[in-house]
């Protein structure tokens, strides 16, 4: 049982909710758990080992929500470049965590502003071109090696294929149960995920439960200008973070 106190549990609580929220409902919304999961346990590298458990389960949910959203094939065409992404990525984790993400919030700001630009008609990276699935995917698998943040591109991607709502939230569901399930060998294997940890996971799943559902309601009732301008200034902020130090 961690020793944690009531306002951690608390904490610790409300970070699984807006994860089962975003999951559901509010893509980005989740960039607060990781700074709040951190506060909670008080070790980075152990928040991360409570995180990917309730993240997997969050993911489970929302697959399940939208199971008849036809998400998958979007995703498709980035799996090969996100397995390259992530061997990049691999190459460089010996570097300095202070080197590599400001790296990292500088490739998500370039995809962020050619997003905007061709929101405002300035079509510099054709959703439609052959190379643009290879930039997407090698920068997601890139970013959520190095620094677990391949949200922000992710989102601008699924933005840029102007998919429904349901199908968006689905899309990334997939693609981010895949990736996090292939997370939990080497957290295992590197002492992050604990008895400890999971036992804390056991006791705060009711909240991201509790969340996934709610975010569900959110998205049912967001009309669609406000879900695209959400899912742009939480991807800012997630990209923003990766410049201030820990």
Do not use: C
Request: net charge positive; no cysteine; charged share 10%.
């Amino acid at each position: 049982m961690p020793n944690l106190e009531w306002w951690q549990w608390a904490v610790a609580g409300f970070s699984a909710f807006a994860i089962g929220v975003a999951k559901t409902g509010v893509p980005g919304l989740g960039i607060l758990a990781v700074p709040l999961t951190v506060l909670a346990v008080g070790d980075a590298r152990l928040s991360s080992g409570w995180l990917l458990p309730i993240l997997i389960g969050a993911d489970t949910f929302a697959i399940w929500i939208y199971r008849k959203n036809p998400s998958a094939r979007a995703i498709f065409s980035l799996a090969p470049w996100v397995v390259a992404g992530m061997a990049v990525g691999a190459m460089v984790l010996s570097y300095p965590e202070k080197v590599i993400r400001p790296i990292v919030g500088s490739v998500l700001l370039v995809i962020l502003t050619l997003f905007i630009l061709r929101r405002r008609g300035v079509d510099l990276t054709p959703a439609g071109a052959k190379w643009s699935p290879g930039v997407y995917g090698v920068s997601a698998g890139f970013s959520t090696m190095v620094a677990n943040a391949a949200g922000p591109v992710m989102n601008v991607y699924l933005l840029s294929k102007k998919l429904p709502r349901e199908d968006f939230v689905a899309a990334s569901a997939w693609f981010f149960f895949f990736i996090n399930v292939a997370k939990v060998p080497v957290f295992l294997w590197q002492g992050m995920i604990t008895q400890s940890s999971l036992i804390g996971d056991v006791f705060i799943f009711p909240a991201m439960i509790a969340g996934a559902f709610t975010g569900r309601k959110v998205l049912a009732v967001m009309p669609e200008h406000v879900f695209v301008a959400t899912v742009m200034v939480l991807a800012f902020v997630a990209t923003i973070l990766l410049f201030l130090p820990r």
